[in-house]
DNA sequence: AAATTCAACAACCGCGGGGGG
DNA sequence: TCCCCCCGCGGTTGTTGAATT
């Protein structure tokens, strides 16, 4: 697929800080003509500018819905959530903070809260580097930290526990009974464990996600855990990033040092078996009625006004 | 007071997806 | 189906002001 040079590359453009002037004539051609077409843009409006550079200014510092202040601690810890969830999706994070760009969050996440994050590693480590030589079997760095943290290039790789969101529906899902967890099974894991073709409950399906392709997997001895392969769309993303993240306590570092899991997602007050894990790349959860209410918009406070303007 | 280091953030750059011809 | 182009994204770099030595 060929691509068209930068239009960096050109010759008499402005590059660099932008003036005051630019500023206006910019704004000024997006108010009356709306955005798009960034590649004529500058031509149109009179800007020694590319596009791409255009396009950059507008939406990450001169739109008027930009919210200018520093980042708050609601904010900063809804990033963090977002960021475990989702991995370096800045857009996709940009999306559920009003006001704020991608731009804005991903130099935030680099000179603060990735700090934090590998200060408190450094913490840990040294703690435990101290304490437990005789321990290292038992004790392991919390997961969900060591990926935060450092080489952002790897936030992504490996046993990630961001979710993926290119997918558009359920392609595999997999359970097995938990032989150190049998307390934890419920009647619909029975079932599910038992048959050869699995049926979700209708409080879980939501479309696009296709539940009726859930598959047993046959030799699935290895896994200790109802596994489900999902692809998503934005739709389904969008729900899901409606959820109630103030409920999840996945990734709180718990100290659980009989597992290397992502740990609990979500805890029904109800239910003590609900489990949503996320860990490489697919969601585990031992009882997907769990997520019906998660799905559910009804826990939609992230997009309830109220709840954003806490966040002011 | 000058030099150096650090932090914050604006801007650049290259890549890839997706639409349209 | 292929190709071209536009656009958006994420990583990286550059710039500037503050803090420190």
């Known amino acids: 697929m060929g691509r068209s040079p930068c239009c960096s590359k050109a010759e008499g453009l402005n590059r660099g800080a932008w003036t005051a002037m630019e500023d206006k004539i910019l704004t000024d051609y997006i108010k009356s003509?709306?955005?798009?077409?960034?590649?004529?843009?500058?031509?149109?409006?009179?800007?020694?500018?590319?596009?791409?550079?255009?396009?950059?200014?507008?939406?990450?510092?001169?739109?008027?819905?930009?919210?200018?202040?520093?980042?708050?601690?609601?904010?900063?810890?809804?990033?963090?959530?977002?960021?475990?969830?989702?991995?370096?999706?800045?857009?996709?994070?940009?999306?559920?903070?009003?006001?704020?760009?991608?731009?804005?969050?991903?130099?935030?996440?680099?000179?603060?809260?990735?700090?934090?994050?590998?200060?408190?590693?450094?913490?840990?480590?040294?703690?435990?580097?101290?304490?437990?030589?005789?321990?290292?079997?038992?004790?392991?760095?919390?997961?969900?930290?060591?990926r935060s943290a450092g080489d952002p290039h790897q936030?992504?790789?490996?046993?990630?526990?961001?979710?993926?969101?290119?997918?558009?529906?359920?392609?595999?899902?997999?359970?097995?009974?938990?032989?150190?967890?049998?307390?934890?099974?419920?009647?619909r894991d029975q079932i599910i464990d038992s048959k050869p073709v699995v049926e979700v409950g209708s409080s879980l399906v939501h479309d696009p996600v296709d539940f009726s392709k859930f598959m047993l997997e046959e030799n699935n001895n290895q896994s200790n855990n109802f596994m489900m392969d999902f692809e998503m769309d934005e739709n389904f993303l969008s729900d899901f990033l409606n959820m109630d993240f103030s409920q999840l306590s996945c990734f709180e570092d718990r100290g659980d040092s009989s597992t290397n899991r992502c740990d609990k997602a979500h805890s029904s007050p109800n239910s003590d078996q609900t489990l949503l894990l996320v860990s490489g790349d697919t969601l585990h959860g031992s009882n997907f009625q769990s997520?019906?209410?998660?799905?559910?918009?009804?826990?939609?406070?992230?997009?309830?006004k109220e709840n954003l303007n806490n966040l002011v």
């Open 33 to 146: 003509h709306g955005e798009g077409k960034w590649r004529n843009l500058p031509k149109r409006a009179g800007l020694k500018r590319c596009g791409k550079s255009c396009r950059l200014r507008w939406l990450n510092y001169l739109r008027p819905d930009i919210k200018r202040g520093n980042i708050t601690r609601d904010e900063e810890e809804l990033i963090i959530r977002l960021h475990k969830l989702l991995g370096n999706r800045w857009s996709l994070i940009a999306g559920r903070l009003p006001g704020r760009t991608d731009n804005e969050i991903k130099n935030y996440w680099n000179t603060n809260i990735g700090k934090k994050i590998q200060a408190q590693l450094n913490h840990n480590s040294k703690r435990s580097n101290a304490s437990n030589h005789n321990h290292q079997a038992q004790e392991k760095p919390n997961p969900i930290m060591e």
């Open 155 to 187: 936030a992504n790789k490996g046993s990630s526990c961001v979710v993926r969101t290119k997918a558009t529906k359920c392609t595999k899902a997999v359970n097995v009974i938990a032989s150190e967890r049998p307390q934890q099974l419920n009647p």
């Open 291 to 304: 997520m019906g209410p998660l799905i559910d918009s009804e826990l939609d406070w992230l997009c309830d």
